[in-house]
């Protein structure tokens, strides 16, 4: 991570709160028969038949051109314009120059230093070939729950994603087992979705997909914590996930292989620090300034991609992608401003996606599972 212009005014805000759980389904063990936002009926599906080729380019791509898609299709690309393009891998200049390599840039991952490995359209990381899955299992919180409203749950980017990977691997089982409000630690403790998911040890070849480690970010910024203070938060937030991630593909719990992809965090504030930009963010307990943790939202994506990279397993750039689509898209000053026009794809709760960030969310991790 390297910090310029000498500023800490940055981030430190949210991803995946429960705000707003109205009409919110856990979906715990359940298949995906179940009622709820996993079940996936194919009104609204962001796919539109899109189990096509990973490379892009061609209508149906996984690039998320599908004509289908909720997101208007070309949302694809987390360098917010490359979205279909083929052409083999990227590095962190063709996927981030944006946000992250422009004179506004004040924090700034290094990605490099754990491997890069950008998949062709920048939505995430190309660390497994994904092949032959027999079930899916969705974990995580409230971005993966679906909030019920104002997004109606056959809008929720899982049932989207459901709907693209039932085409792609026909006859494959899904459930989930995220619950709204979850943090980290509660893959293991508190709501134990791995054990409600995972009773036993799992014969079927599976894909793993969450979200998860906004609700902890969000309780750093709602304390406003000193980085002193935040660090062990966030020392125990990657040392849970890690551990989550480790048991998901070890050998011994999938004895027939199993693959993981999951999202970073992303935040309401376009990098600004801004916790009242968005009008309901009192709700939440979230107002005012925070700037003393500078970077460390930054650290914390540095820190999954390390986890990706050292565990053969991939991660959407969700944070990259929804960054100048915030509160403060309209800043042109700030770091992630990407055009007067850009629309906010965070709802009214300041922390769920709207209609259209959540089509792109289930663009991003099928692209990502399909190359």
């Keep these: 991570m390297r910090i310029t212009h000498g500023s800490s005014g940055i981030i430190a805000a949210l991803g995946a709160a429960s705000l707003l759980s109205l009409g919110a389904l856990t979906g715990c063990g359940g298949s995906d028969d179940a009622a709820g936002p996993g079940a996936g009926g194919a009104a609204g599906s962001a796919s539109g038949g899109a189990a096509g080729s990973a490379s892009g380019g061609a209508a149906g791509s996984a690039s998320g051109g599908a004509a289908g898609s909720a997101s208007g299709g070309a949302a694809g690309s987390a360098s917010g314009g490359t979205g279909g393009a083929s052409g083999g891998a990227k590095t962190f200049s063709d996927c981030f120059a944006n946000i992250y390599e422009n004179p506004r840039s004040l924090v700034v991952p290094n990605y490099d230093k754990f491997g890069g490995n950008y998949n062709s359209t920048c939505s995430g990381t190309n660390n497994q070939d994904i092949q032959g899955v027999e079930r899916v299992v969705f974990l995580g919180d409230s971005i993966t729950v679906g909030p019920g409203f104002p997004t109606p749950a056959n809008l929720v980017y899982r049932t989207l994603l459901t709907n693209r990977l039932k085409q792609r691997f026909p006859g494959v089982a899904v459930s989930s087992c995220a619950v709204n409000g979850a943090k980290v630690d509660d893959f293991f403790s508190g709501d134990r979705q791995i054990s409600k998911c995972f009773p036993g040890v799992e014969q079927k070849k599976t894909l793993t997909i969450f979200t998860m480690g906004g609700n902890d970010i969000k309780s750093v910024a709602g304390d406003k914590l000193s980085p002193a203070a935040a660090q062990p938060v966030i020392d125990k937030m990657i040392t849970d996930l890690r551990a989550t991630i480790e048991w998901l593909k070890d050998p011994v719990n999938f004895p027939n292989g199993s693959y993981v992809v999951f999202a970073n965090v992303y935040e309401y504030t376009d990098l600004t620090g801004d916790l009242s930009s968005c009008p309901a963010a009192g709700t939440a307990g979230l107002s005012g300034q925070y700037l003393a943790a500078a ?70 991790f099928f692209e990502t599972i399909a190359e």
Aim: proline share 4%.
């Design 295 to 364: 970077g460390l939202i930054t650290q914390i994506r540095e820190k999954y991609m390390q986890i990706a990279s050292e565990t053969g397993t991939d991660m959407i750039f969700m944070g990259e992608d929804f960054c100048g689509r915030g509160y403060h898209s309209k800043d042109a000053g700030g770091q992630c401003y990407r055009g007067p026009n850009t629309p906010n794809w965070f709802d009214i709760s300041c922390i769920h996606p709207t209609n259209d960030g959540h089509a792109h969310i289930a663009d991003m």
